[in-house]
């Protein structure tokens, strides 16, 4: 197959895409340039000359009981999706939403952006030893598209209508109409074996090594306590440019712990090497000692540039209880960040003002011009189905700082309350049939008592009743899994240009759907109309613009109570690994660690 010249098919393709589309064939980046040209030896994030060898010990929390993350039911263990299948093309750490070509060598977008064409690296092989080939890649797609796989997949990619095999080595994703970011989400595709599992129903492949073609196959296993990974000495993508300088531990074990207590002691007692701390207390008062001021063991800070994307107190609307805006709001008022922070969080953290904080994306002040003119439209469509206050300054959280104040925040809550048909009687907060304002918060880890405690202190001066308690890892997934809950902490990862999983988080089909991401039954034509112009938009300022509305829309329905973030990642580890000097920009700290730290040759291995 003749190649085009670099430059000319840059221009080729910028000709045929919507304008700031640069479709590439090494690489594809959404709305704007790529960094990295076809002829790049590695990226800057990581150490091209970094030792390989030697071991890490990192931990999973809870349990596991399968080794297919595709499916539903049951809990993967950790480091599969990392370690063991590989991808079509894989993101960069150091630019906003492009990706490198991995399996796929060539990608060609088609002039009416309706199909994306990829030529496979004749190099990539399976642990097995066997070629990937095209039917590989359409048999990898079919099983992730069927009802037998988790249907987060058949949501992510529903736009992408089949997988055509056009030879050997090419197959072409054909999609059901335009969709900007469906370039890059079909690349994210894993690659497994069509003889992984020997033939068994896709849903049936529980405990079957993986046959994929990532640097790792899975050396041992003990189910639920530990798996450990062991670096293929024939991984077909040592040299890789998309692959240089990662994967260097010989094996990688996780070892699993009931909750972040236990896990610590581990990390104490020389079990695991490293550790990221989600919890400001546990950062502030566990590490530090012996372990520390020897030097056995590092403390540090990481920064990122990550969205903070939102976590918060998630009220779940197929409950009747939540049904009226007016109870969210009140809710919504009543938790008191600045305490927790002074009190909790040694002041670690920023109160999250947004569904899309830390990013361009967040909502501010009143609409501008160009969210205005989104807003009008849609009034159109819509009408009363818009918030009436919408093209109203957005209002931020509630603060405690003066001149504001708990007590004045809790008296707006009780206005409202009121004002929905609650009143304070016989000790609590009734309705007008006297049932009690009541509900239960699911908690998945200890640390979130802490804080869900301080929140139940406020609410039971309105006169409601939250119960809090922790449960069982497997428990809580079905739990969420099938919305079975009042109120859980839920969240979603940060991204600069948010795109399709929108639907699975806020979307009306994704509400009823079992396994969903929509932990607060998000239900809003609205919405649903927002989203869909998401991942359309033909440039960043549309796409901006449109996710800021969006952001509106959501934060005047006071779903959820807003957390916080922390602007760089809380990481202790041991003194024997080492990381690459570059940092990149948009992570997951264990992610790279995995990825791209490694063992220092000069240091023994302490015994496990």
């Given at each position: ?39 790049f030896k590695h990226f800057d994030y990581v150490n091209p000359n970094a030792p390989q060898g ?215 007692a020389g079990e695991i090497d490293f550790i990221q701390e989600n919890s400001s207390k546990n ?326």
């Amino acid at each position: 197959m003749k190649r085009l010249s670099h430059c000319s098919l840059i221009l080729l393709l910028s000709l045929s895409c919507f304008a700031q589309n640069v479709w590439a064939a090494h690489a594809i980046a959404l709305h704007g340039t790529y960094k990295y040209p076809a002829d790049f030896k590695h990226f800057d994030y990581v150490n091209p000359n970094a030792p390989q060898g030697g071991e890490l010990f990192t931990s999973g929390m809870g349990n596991f009981e399968k080794l297919n993350p595709f499916i539903l039911k049951g809990l993967s263990a950790d480091g599969l999706q990392n370690l063991v299948f590989e991808t079509l093309a894989v993101r960069a750490w150091d630019e906003p939403d492009t990706v490198y070509g991995l399996i796929a060598e060539d990608m060609k977008m088609a002039p009416d952006e309706l199909s994306l064409t990829f030529r496979l690296n004749r190099k990539a092989r399976f642990s097995n030893g066997d070629p990937v080939t095209a039917a590989d890649v359409k048999y990898s797609f079919d099983q992730l598209m069927s009802k037998q796989a988790t249907p987060m997949y058949r949501r992510y990619w529903n736009d992408v209508k089949q997988m055509v095999i056009l030879d050997p080595y090419t197959v072409r994703a054909d999609f059901k109409r335009k969709n900007h970011e469906l370039g890059l989400i079909i690349c994210e595709l894993p690659i497994f074996s069509r003889k992984w599992g020997e033939g068994k129903p896709f849903d049936k492949i529980t405990l079957d090594v993986p046959i994929a073609s990532g640097p790792y196959v899975v050396d041992s296993f003990d189910l639920g306590k530990r798996i450990t990974y062991r670096r293929n000495p024939n991984y077909w993508g040592n040299d890789h440019p998309a692959r240089l300088g990662m994967f260097n531990f010989e094996r990688i074990t996780y070892r699993y712990y009931k909750d972040s207590l236990t896990r610590m002691e581990g990390l104490k007692a020389g079990e695991i090497d490293f550790i990221q701390e989600n919890s400001s207390k546990n950062w502030a008062r566990s590490h530090q000692g012996k372990r520390w001021s020897q030097g056995e063991l590092i403390k540090t800070l990481f920064a990122h540039s990550n969205g903070a994307g939102w976590q918060g107190f998630s009220m779940n609307l197929r409950r009747p209880l939540f049904q009226d805006k007016r109870v969210r709001k009140a809710l919504w008022l009543a938790m008191d960040f600045e305490w927790m922070n002074r009190q909790l969080f040694f002041n670690l953290y920023t109160r999250s003002p947004s569904y899309f904080s830390n990013t361009e994306l967040a909502a501010t002040g009143k609409p501008d011009e160009r969210e205005q003119k989104v807003l009008r439209e849609l009034q159109k469509s819509f009408g009363n189905k818009l918030p009436s206050e919408i093209f109203d300054e957005i209002p931020a959280p509630p603060t405690t700082t003066p001149p504001h104040s708990l007590r004045d925040n809790l008296r707006q809550a009780r206005e409202l309350l009121t004002q929905a048909g609650w009143t304070y009687r016989d000790g609590a907060l009734r309705d007008a049939q006297g049932n009690p304002f009541k509900f239960e918060m699911m908690l998945h880890e200890r640390f979130e008592e802490r804080v869900s405690a301080a929140y139940a202190r406020n609410l039971e001066k309105l006169g409601i009743h939250m119960d809090y308690r922790v449960f069982d890892a497997a428990l809580a997934q079905r739990k969420e899994e099938n919305f079975d809950y009042d109120m859980v902490w839920g969240m979603m990862g940060g991204s600069q240009s948010p795109g399709n999983e929108l639907f699975d988080y806020f979307g009306s089909a994704s509400r009823d759907q079992p396994g969903s991401n929509n932990v607060m039954g998000v239900s809003d034509p609205v919405v649903d109309s927002l989203i869909n112009r998401i991942i359309q938009a033909e440039s960043r300022d549309d796409l901006v613009t449109l996710v800021r509305v969006l952001d509106r829309v959501l934060r005047l329905g006071y779903y959820m109570v807003p957390h916080f973030y922390s602007p760089a990642h809380r990481v202790s580890y041991r003194r024997t690994l080492a990381q690459p000097s570059v940092l990149p920009r948009y992570y997951s700290i264990e992610e790279w660690a995995v990825k791209a730290w490694w063992k220092k040759p000069d240091e023994k291995e302490s015994p496990r």
